[in-house]
């Protein structure tokens, strides 16, 4: 008897981007609920985990940042303050090449760790000439940054002659999504005008079913529901 294979057809995937600050409080590992529900969406054989070049550019800046606090002051008496080490990288009177092997080291561990063990596919979504005035176009028509625009037309554009017909875009930031969502008829409009679906982009700890569906905070490790539709607190 053949066994049956456990392998499902593109067309019945869905896709889901993570963006940078998923990959970084998914490798910080603050948030039992967030890290429990990506693992689940890397094994699920209906879902199509993707992130971008970008992003990966992204977490890597962000991660050698904090890494660098963290070992320059072990007991965090400071204040983080990432624009503040970028100026000159030195913190609490350490230099980051005393910290440059160790942070190399354990950052592309964690990359690997994305791509091996959660099979994140980063290199479909490449920065190509075809996202450049999309990008440019929404930053303008909206309050979006240029960082998030550049996030949001690439995870639907990820090669210049590939578009998708739908992505799930997971984020925690609450700026951008509010930004998102003040702009609904804006970001229409230029991703209409470039040929392009637009993604539906999902807030981590403002996760819903539905409309009037109870609400998810993968943030908030005492409690699931944050939120009913006549407003109940579980």
């Not at 002051?73 to 000159?88: A, E, H, L, R, T």
Request: glycine fraction near 2%; include cysteine.
């Amino acid at each position: 008897m053949a066994i049956a294979s456990n392998i499902i057809e593109p067309e019945y995937r869905v896709n889901i981007y993570l963006d940078t600050n998923i990959l970084f409080d998914y490798v910080e590992k603050q948030f039992p609920l967030l890290n429990t529900t990506v693992d689940f969406l890397a094994q699920c054989p209906f879902v199509n985990l993707r992130s971008s070049h970008y992003v990966l550019y992204e977490f890597t800046e962000n991660r050698k940042i904090r890494l660098f606090w963290e070992k320059a002051d072990p007991n965090k008496s400071g204040v983080y303050n990432k624009y503040k080490i970028k100026q000159s990288w030195k913190y609490n009177q350490r230099e980051y090449l005393e910290f440059k092997n160790d942070i190399t080291t354990q950052v592309e561990a964690e990359l690997d760790l994305f791509r091996n063990q959660l099979q994140i596919n980063f290199d479909e979504h490449v920065l190509h000439e075809g996202l450049v005035y999309p990008t440019n176009s929404l930053c303008l028509q909206t309050k979006i940054s240029k960082e998030d625009c550049l996030v949001m037309v690439s995870c639907m554009n990820p090669l210049k002659e590939t578009k998708l017909d739908h992505c799930l875009l997971l984020t925690r930031d609450e700026q951008y999504y509010k930004a998102f969502n003040e702009n609904t008829a804006e970001s229409d409009k230029v991703f209409n005008d470039n040929g392009l679906r637009k993604p539906i982009l999902i807030r981590t700890e403002e996760l819903s079913l539905g409309e009037n569906a109870p609400q998810y905070n993968l943030y908030d490790n005492s409690t699931i529901f944050i939120r009913t539709s006549n407003n109940s607190i579980y």
